[in-house]
């Protein structure tokens, strides 16, 4: 049902290192997809009747040991008077011409220490009417972004919808023949977006990230348990109910069968290994099976015991899993007790991976430690990423010839930030069909200067780093075929550039 709920429907969660502030993790959180630029008068505004959250669990019990709280409250100055969302250009995040606007609250919880109120009434970015209206929107985000005490860096607000694959996937992958790919179905769209930067120390086990650098990541909305129609006014959180759920990426959307999609979205992860259905779905997917009818690939045999360690433990030696790898598992944390790790569904980060110089789209599967499933960075092309894993990439270590190319939508169609909250601006139009499909931005703006540590590289590297991910590295190039990634890469920008 949360489909029908599009302000409360989560659309996805990145975790990663900052890279341009050492001992910071910075997490972006996405709700509202396909916002169309140019839909207004309403535009899209933050939920005021919804909590939002981000969950952190450092322990491995499945359970948050840290919760970021927020919610939101509008100022609406129209009235009776006129349905316009501003009636003249604003130059501020306080000018009277803009005629709606939202703040939000946002409060911690550590350890289940009870809610502390970190900032209240903060701004949020508005919609990005067009150009004529708001002709400096970069000043408006830039306003937006505020640094609280603790180094904390907070942002709310509409941004370029930052995932990019092409949707035609639902076309019986790609049109039963990958004739249709290479345009990326999110170009010009927008979505709202929560960012938050806090030291390691306020996430990691014990406050300690070299002896605990692994955690775990999800959001959660909320809405009343019951809800009245035409119903204003502040809400209670502590009287709500948990409607939508997000950890890693696709697993929501491809993995768990549309019969069990409510269900899981109401689930926290600590019941995860509790239902069956949801384990089965894991060990036994669909999309292979998918992909051996159409395009006659084999799908790998189940129980896919591979998946259940990139998707349920995270990458670790301590599961007796088929990747012989430390990698991103709370089981690494040094004061965990492993009797009370529990499999679960989340997004799972090793603080500890140094800030790739320059990364790699295929992440972890291409040598770059620093990529997904290890966190997940912007410019990390998970659906290719995906693709291979449940086609048995990780175990084979080799890629699936018929489905080496993935979508052919490599990067998003707008550059990066260099530095917080790093979304590219939100578009004031939407390019063509045609022109997303040749990689053109149409009229969205131009930020040319790329971050090395969350823009694309521009040809695959081997990840860099300390000695203690020798080790490491080494055995995920065994575990998950990492020179013959390597290899199938560089041949294929070559093809790709010739």
Request: hydrophobic residues 40%; negative net charge; glycine residues 10%.
């Amino acid at each position: 049902m949360i489909a029908f709920d599009p302000a409360a429907d989560n659309t996805d969660l990145y975790a990663f290192v900052s890279p341009d502030r050492p001992g910071y993790v910075t997490f972006i959180a996405n709700w509202i997809p396909f916002e169309e630029p140019n839909g207004g008068p309403n535009f899209y505004p933050f939920a005021t009747d919804a909590v939002y959250y981000i969950n952190v669990d450092s322990d491995g019990d499945a359970k948050p040991d840290a919760r970021f709280r927020w919610t939101f409250t509008n100022v609406d100055k129209r009235g009776n008077d006129t349905f316009l969302y501003n009636n003249g250009p604003v130059e501020s995040l306080d000018d009277e011409n803009l005629l709606f606007r939202q703040t939000y609250k946002l409060e911690s919880n550590f350890g289940n220490g009870g809610w502390k109120t970190r900032v209240d009434a903060a701004p949020v970015a508005p919609s990005r009417v067009g150009n004529a209206s708001m002709p400096n929107y970069g000043a408006l985000r830039d306003a937006a972004v505020q640094t609280l005490p603790g180094g904390w860096r907070i942002f709310a607000g509409q941004a370029d919808d930052p995932f990019f694959l092409d949707l035609r996937v639902f076309d019986l992958l790609y049109g039963g023949d990958l004739s249709e790919v290479g345009m990326d179905t999110l170009a010009g769209f927008n979505v709202n977006t929560i960012a938050l930067e806090v030291p390691f120390k306020d996430v990691a086990l014990k406050g300690d990230a070299t002896r605990n650098p692994v955690i775990g990541v999800w959001t959660t909305t909320e809405r009343p348990k019951v809800r009245m129609a035409g119903q204003t006014g502040q809400i209670n959180p502590n009287d709500t109910v948990q409607v939508s759920r997000l950890g890693q990426p696709l697993v929501n959307e491809v993995v768990i069968p549309a019969g069990l999609k409510d269900a899981f979205n109401s689930l926290s992860p600590d019941k995860d290994a509790t239902i069956p259905e949801v384990v089965d779905r894991v060990k036994n997917p669909e999309v292979p099976k998918l992909i051996e009818a159409i395009y006659k690939v084999p799908a790998p045999p189940a129980p896919r015991d591979d998946l259940v360690e990139i998707f349920l433990t995270g990458i670790t030696t301590k599961a007796n899993g088929p990747i012989k790898a430390d990698l991103n598992s709370q089981l690494n944390n040094m004061d965990v007790v492993a009797s009370k790790f529990q499999p679960s569904e989340m997004l799972r980060l090793n603080l500890s991976v140094p800030v790739t110089a320059q990364p790699d789209r295929l992440g972890v599967l291409a040598g770059d430690l620093q990529g997904f499933p290890n966190g997940r960075r912007l410019t990390d092309d998970v659906v290719d990423i995906a693709l291979q894993a449940v086609e048995g990439a990780a175990q084979a270590g080799k890629l699936v010839d018929a489905l080496a190319k993935g979508d052919a939508v490599d990067q998003n169609d707008n550059a990066f930030g260099t530095t917080f909250p790093f979304l590219a601006l939100p578009n004031a139009s939407r390019p063509t069909a045609a022109s997303a499909q040749q990689g053109q931005q149409g009229q969205q703006d131009p930020q040319p200067n790329k971050s090395p540590s969350v823009a694309p590289a521009a040809s695959s590297s081997m990840a860099g780093g300390g000695m203690m991910w020798a080790g490491a590295g080494a055995a995920l190039a065994g575990g998950l075929g990492l020179a013959f990634f390597l290899g199938w890469w560089v041949r294929y920008r070559r093809r790709s550039e010739a």
